[in-house]
C-alpha cells in the first residue's frame, strides 16, 4: 500500500525553557528547519502567548511544520507532515531537537491517505 | 497520567471531490468547523494548489486545526489539535465529514505531551 503522505509526531521534553517561550526565537529555528528539509515556505503563522509559550505553523507546499510549547513543563509538541520522497524531515527533526535543546524526544512516524492504488498513479503535490 | 493536548488524526476518504479542490469552500468550512467547536481563532492561512487541491491551516488559541486536501483521491487529511476541556472538538470532527461528503473516516486519538505531574497542576493555556 502507498500512501500520499508522512506525518512525524514528535514529542520533544526538558527543552530550553527561555528559548520556547519566545516567539521570535521559535519561528527562526522552525523555519530554518523547514529550509534544511528543502520543503517550499507557502506562509508562516505564529503566535505568542501571555505569559509565555508559543504556537505556530509553517504552511509548506509539502503539507506543514506545527508546533506548540509549553515552557512551564519544557515540553514542545512538534508535527512534521510532508509528501514527496524529496523532502528531508528527518534532517529537520534533529535540527529542531538540537536546537530546542530537548534532553529527550519520542517520535512515531505515520503514513497519510494510505490508499489502494498502482504505485505508477501516485501523484504527490506540488 | 494527565496529558497537555489532545490530537485526533483524521483520515476522510471518498469526498467530494470539488468541494476539497477549492480553497474558498475548503476554508470556509474549517473555519465555520473551528467556531463549532468554541475555539478561538488566532490566524487562518489557505493555500490553493495548481491544478487543484488546497492546504490549510488555523491556528487557534488551543492549537491548530489543520487539512491537506486531495481531489484526484477524494481524500483529505485531519488533524485536529486541541487542548484544555472546553474545546468541542467531536463536533467540529462531525460537522467536517458531513461538510466534504466523506463516505468513509478513520480517527486516531492521541494524547500528546503526556506528563508525570499532580493533576491539580495541570495548567492549560491560554
Not at 512551564?72 to 512534521?80: N, Q, R, W
Not at 509528501?83 to 531537537?97: Q, T, Y
Request: charge should be negative; glycine fraction near 6%; charged fraction near 25%.
Amino acid at each position: 500500500m502507498k500512501s500520499l503522505g508522512k506525518h512525524l509526531i514528535v514529542e520533544l521534553y526538558d527543552c530550553n525553557r527561555d528559548l520556547i517561550a519566545r516567539v521570535d526565537k521559535v519561528e527562526q529555528i522552525l523555519v530554518d528547519a523547514v529550509k534544511l528539509s528543502k520543503a517550499t515556505i507557502v506562509a508562516p503563522v505564529f503566535h505568542q502567548f501571555n505569559p509565555h509559550g508559543v504556537s505556530g505553523v509553517v504552511v509548506i507546499a509539502e503539507s506543514h511544520f506545527s508546533i506548540h510549547t509549553w515552557p512551564e513543563y519544557g515540553y514542545c509538541a512538534l508535527d512534521i507532515f510532508t509528501c514527496g520522497e524529496l523532502i528531508d524531515s528527518d534532517a529537520a527533526l534533529h535540527f529542531m531537537k538540537e536546537a530546542f535543546q530537548a534532553k529527550s524526544m519520542s517520535v512515531m512516524e505515520l503514513k497519510r491517505g494510505t490508499l489502494d492504488i498502482p504505485e505508477g498513479e501516485l501523484r504527490h503535490k506540488p
